[in-house]
């Protein structure tokens, strides 16, 4: 049973250019969180989808960042421009909607270096 | 304004023996809990979680006490293993927000 999957896991790129994450949730799963894991603030939300609806983007840091969920299993989190600031793993979560657990499971990472 | 927080940034136990980590949170709205452990280059991966109507939660060799009127909450293993070693993250939601929020991690390092 596939986990979260996250790509690239890497990715290398210079300041101003765009930079695109990819997420695609457990099946099944109806959210979907994106976080940005930094030595200075540690796992931070960045936004969180519910069916597909952005529900809450207070976390994204400005408007360098988007992030879209055109359909239940595919997600995508950009940056343009780029900036070395931005170097960060960033991980995405899914979940099922659920009062009473409504656990988060993580994909393994994207680890972004911003030159 | 740090509303989950774990103050030992790292915890060593000899294999066997028990370990303790702990996380205490501000936010009173905060209802779910969550322990998460994470590899180096991996995703965390859910532990153990305990609801605020509970005190206590048991899972083989993972227990997950919660102390509400202190805002406390402590993750015990035991017995301790090798493979135990790993960071630790603390995790907490309240009421109607699906966000988690994370503690800043425990380096547990269990020795053979």
């Known amino acids: 049973d596939a986990g979260v999957i996250q790509s690239p896991r890497h990715e290398v790129t210079e300041m101003g250019q765009e930079v695109t994450l990819r997420c695609k949730p457990i099946s099944g799963h109806n959210s979907l969180f994106w976080y940005r894991q930094t030595m200075m603030r540690g796992l931070e939300l960045l936004i969180y989808?519910?069916?597909?609806?952005?529900?809450?983007d207070s976390g994204m840091p400005e408007d360098r960042f988007s992030a879209k969920m055109p359909n239940a299993s595919f997600s995508t989190l950009k940056i343009q421009p780029s900036e070395p600031r931005d170097s960060a793993v960033y991980f995405c979560?899914?979940?099922?909607?659920?009062?009473?657990?409504?656990?988060?499971?993580f994909g393994p990472g994207t680890r972004l270096t911003v030159l | 304004d740090q509303q989950v927080k774990q103050n030992s940034p790292s915890l060593s136990v000899q294999e066997g023996r028990i370990s303790i980590l702990n996380c205490d949170y501000t936010?009173?709205?905060?209802?779910?809990f969550l322990w998460y452990k994470k590899y180096p280059a991996e995703g965390p991966t859910f532990l153990i979680s305990i609801s605020s109507i509970k005190d206590k939660n048991e899972d083989g060799r993972f227990t997950v006490f919660l102390n509400k009127s202190a805002k406390h909450l402590s993750l015990h293993i035991v017995p301790s293993q090798p493979g135990d070693s790993a960071v630790y993250f603390c995790?907490?939601?309240?009421?109607?927000?699906?966000?988690?929020?994370f503690g800043s991690g425990t380096q547990l390092t269990v020795l053979p």
């Open positions: 979560a899914s979940s099922l909607q659920d009062p009473s657990t409504d656990t988060q499971y």
């Open positions: 936010n009173s709205m905060f209802d779910y």
């Open positions: 989808f519910n069916n597909n609806v952005p529900i809450d």
């Open positions: 995790a907490a939601r309240g009421g109607s927000a699906r966000q988690l929020t």
